[in-house]
Structure formats: C-alpha cells, structure tokens
C-alpha cells in the first residue's frame, strides 16, 4: 500500500492569473518566466522565489496539508488529492512505471531540485478508483473551495482537507497495492537522485487521480540524426521489408495508419503485425537502438506532443531526417508493461490530464 502525506505547500494569492505565450512551460508566468529568466542562474530562483513570498504573490498554507484539487477545461472535469508519496514506498516497488529515462536530463533536474529545493510540479499518478473515494469527494466539494486559480480558460480549484478526510483518504490508500506513474518520470527519478545526497529529501509532490480520468495521446519523433550503420537509403529498403505502403501529409493515424513516416521527403504508412507496441517497433526494430542508447535518446529525437498528423509548419520538419507518428498505447496497455517491468522508450507518450508548472510548489526547507 502507498503511503501519503501532508505537505507544506506554497500556492499563489491571486486569483486569476496569466499564462505567458512566450516560454514553452505550461503555468502562470509569475512562475515560468523566472525560471526562463534565471535560466543560467538557477542559484537565484529560489531567493527569487522567495521573494515573492515576502511581496505576498505566494502564500505559505500555515500548516502541512493534504489538498483535494479540481481542474476544469470546457468539459472536461480531473480531481484528486495533492500529497507527498514517501520515497521509499517508491522504491519499494509500489509505484509502477512505463518509460525509461533520459540520465543526462535527470541528472540535470536533480541538480536543480538541490539547488532550489523547489518542487513545482506534481508528477502524475493514477488508481484504480473504486466507489471508497466517491463519498469523500462529494463531501469535500459541498464547500466553497479554499483557493481557485483562472489560468486562460481553465479552473483550478483547492481544498484543504480537514484531520478527518486526511485520515479517511489515508485509510482508503491502504485499501490499494500501488499507484502507477502516468507522467513524471524524469522527475521522480530525479527526486531520487536529489534525496541520495540530501537525506531531509523524503517525499514526492504527487496529484493522484482516478485511472478512468487519465488519457494517452499521440505525439510525433523527430529524428535528428541517423544512428550509427542507417542512412536514409538503407532505411528507405528497411521499411519496404515491412511493407510500408505510400501515404501522405494529409494521412492522420488510425486502426489502419497505426504508424505514419516522412522521410526524404516521401510519407509512409505501416500497421505492424509482429507482436511489438508502436513505440518499441520505431524505436528496436526500424531505428535499430538497443540497452543503454536510450539514456541518450535526446541526442536522436525531439518530441512533439498532442499529434495525429505529420504536421511539417508547426515543426520545421527541414530539420530532421525522419518524422514519426504512432498511435498512443491504451492505458491499460502501460500498465499491463508497468507491471511486467517492460518500460517504453523515453518520450514516448503523452499522458493527459496536464498539470500547471509553478500553481503549486513543495518548498523543501534548507539546513
């Protein structure tokens, strides 16, 4: 069973606030543009950061809190609670993931998490809801939430639950073997990497929602250099072994298009039939990357989220040697791999819903 806990959280005092369109982190500018601004500086953002604590942008909830949060897009409505998952729980196994990751960006985030002490943005985790939580949530959500956010057109509404529900919530965790990542790898690996040099470092900041509120969407590879024994005449007689068939820019993903390619210029569609997910097939199969060549698979790939369509304009696709599209896993797919310890590529979904960068932070006191 995972255990949860309380956190001392910082959230903003304004109630409606901006998203800034000119960085490429989704979250209110206050916080996103400090980050892009001290981006060579990162010994500053947590006195920055502080700073506007002092100003009163930010206030420190008085007390360790367990939160129950509400995003609503449209129609489109995610709650769950906000809490801290113990480190060891997470390396007890009872945390299951899908991806591997990329080292040089986690040791990278590491070293940010130990020179700020900043955790800014919850990894995303999910369960297996049953009816326990329902009567929770209905008596939480009866009261006016105690903070709510405008950012753009989206609603982000904040509970602070009481002793009672804390216990409550914690009781039906115990009801439940594991949570599953569903988005944060790199974070959470770095957490870990931070909390082995700094031992105060103990917990996750964590949202944790129903898995029937999770959603897996495409998302495009771009290709930025061939791998060692592959050039595009070799990979061009490659894809005619898998009976690749001729398509265009126009094709969009489908039970038939299941993987859609650009390469010197010409679009490919294929539908494997071997016993491979999409993601492994591009990246074992065609590609032919194996063992450790995926913890430097940025060096190979930059990642386009949220696509059905080889979308050159938006990409600059002039940049890559090839472009491909898959078609999402389902999630309970990910979690079949999860729990057979089978981890996907790095990158290589795109798991929705999205939380804002900077709406709420764990402030990791410093010695």
Known sequence: MPHIHP???CVPTAHSLSKSTTNPLYGPDFFTDMLFELEDQTERIRSSYENKITQGEILNLPHPAILWYVIQKGNLWFSGFVTGIGLQDIQKGKISLHEHVMQKRVD???NYLSTTGLQAEPVLLFH????GINALEDEICKRQPDHYYRL???RHELWILSEAQKQQLQDYCKSLSHFHLADGHHR???????AEKEAEVQHLLSFVISKKEVSNGSFIWGLKKWPAGLDSDRFLQKLKTYDAQPATYFDRLGPNKQILIEVENKVFALNPE???DNADFIYKELLGFKGNSVSNAKAYFDYFPNRTELDFDSIASDKYCAQFAATPLSVDRLIERALAHQKLPPKSTFIRPKIPTGLLVYKQEKN
């Not at 297996?128 to 009816?131: A, Q, R, V």
């Not at 959470?188 to 931070?194: A, N």
């Open 128 to 131: 297996n809801h049953h009816e």
């Open 274 to 276: 071997i016993n491979i």
């Open 7 to 9: 956190l001392s959280f």
């Open 108 to 110: 990278d985030f590491a």
């Open 152 to 154: 753009e057109n989206e």
């Open 188 to 194: 959470l690996q770095s957490t870990l990497q931070w």
